[in-house]
């Protein structure tokens, strides 16, 4: 699995998955009464859907507690084949371990539907090393004592694409490097 950031709109990265978050809305916050708030990388994908995104989170009574996520076809309305929304909890409780949890749901879930290439809208306050440690450590698979018949048959993600912006572009890259040395 190779990690990597990318300067680039959200609604134009072409990737079999494209993953934004959600926090816990607090009453004050939540003026459509959904119990979540959109990130703004998520609120640009849900513009470019038509309200598709806003509408199908209210409709499964989704919940942006940490780790909860829900998966959905674009219908071709962004670049990106599939589209993970995940839950963040309370911003203002969120741990390190949160975002961890957040980045193994993620690479679960990119499994689950053989996603080879995931592009992750980075929101301003996550750090990316937490990210990947999180995505590593939930695809992690022992596998010394499985056969080599079994092992072809397991799916791997090939790449994950940070998208993040042109002031944090060096920060990210570097807590790439960090997360993939911690988590090796």
Known sequence: MKFFTKLTDVTKTEADMLVVFSSFAKAMEDKAGTGFML????????????????????????????????????????????????????????TVTDVQTAGATIGRRALEVAAKTVAVALPKDLTSQSVV??????????????????????????EVILLTTPPKLNAVAAGI????TVSR
């Open 39 to 94: 990130s703004e990388e998520a609120k640009k994908v849900d513009g470019a859907m038509g309200g598709m995104l806003a509408e199908a989170a209210v409709a499964e009574d989704f919940e942006a507690k940490t780790g909860n996520a829900l998966l959905m076809h674009t219908h071709g309305k962004v670049a990106a084949k599939r589209l993970l929304l995940v839950g963040l909890g309370d911003e203002k409780e969120r």
């Open 177 to 180: 490097s960090r997360g993939e």
């Open 133 to 158: 440690e999180g995505v590593m450590l939930g695809t992690y698979t022992f596998s010394k004592h499985k056969s080599e018949e079994s092992r072809k048959k397991e799916k791997h993600i090939e």
